[in-house]
């Protein structure tokens, strides 16, 4: 997981796909440069929508109703490693999460994926 530098809150890597890129190479891309740690896409935990998450973009006043896909991998190198996005990255175990500090959304994501009830669609 990593300890975000934005709002110090604890979330498991992630981003948003380049053009040309599939969701497996923009999920491990985007877990390279935020842990440092390459990858490869295991499974699907599910997909994550909010009503309530919009977000307003002030340069050019686009309002957007994003949603999340997330994946689970197994890593194959590299070690933890903070980037300009990540302040800390570490492995954390099961018995951890409750006490990490993070958005109700991402507490609900890691829900989904530790409850192990298959791909979640909301």
């Given amino acids: 997981m990593i300890r975000r530098t934005d ?16 969701l497996p190479q923009a999920a491990i891309r985007e877990t390279v440069e935020e842990t440092g740690i390459t990858c490869e896409i295991t499974g699907l935990v599910g997909t994550h929508t909010d009503p309530r998450h919009v977000i307003l973009y002030t340069s050019d006043g ?10 689970t991998a197994r890593p194959v190198s590299g070690k933890p490693t903070p980037s300009d996005e990540s302040r800390e990255v570490r492995w ?15 507490r609900l994501r890691l829900g989904h994926f530790l409850d192990g009830a298959g791909p979640h669609i909301g």
């Fill in 92 to 106: 954390v175990s099961r018995d951890q999460i409750d006490s990490l500090t993070m958005d109700r959304s991402m």
């Fill in 7 to 22: 709002n110090d809150n604890w979330a498991v890597p992630g981003g948003a796909i380049d053009l040309g890129e599939s």
């Fill in 62 to 71: 686009e309002a957007r109703q994003e949603f999340s896909i997330v994946l």
